[in-house]
């Protein structure tokens, strides 16, 4: 039981790695470039998940 929480949490040397393999892959130039496209994803849906509360509420009072 004690092994299987170690593997779920990362440490601090395992984030590290994370992100130097990330930097190494994608570039440096690149980065902001994917946080930008993710949160603008990330709106998107949010957004839709507003819209589709604002319908079943409205079916609701029907």
Do not use: C, H, N, Y
Not at 21 to 49: C, H, N, Q, T, Y
């Amino acid at each position: 039981m004690i092994a299987s929480s170690i593997f779920l949490a990362p440490g601090a040397w395992q984030i590290i790695l994370i992100v130097v393999v990330v930097l190494l892959l994608f570039g440096g130039k690149k980065i902001p470039e994917l946080m930008r496209g993710l949160g603008s994803g990330i709106k998107e849906f949010k957004d839709a998940s507003k819209e589709e509360e604002g319908t079943t509420s409205t079916e609701k009072e029907k």
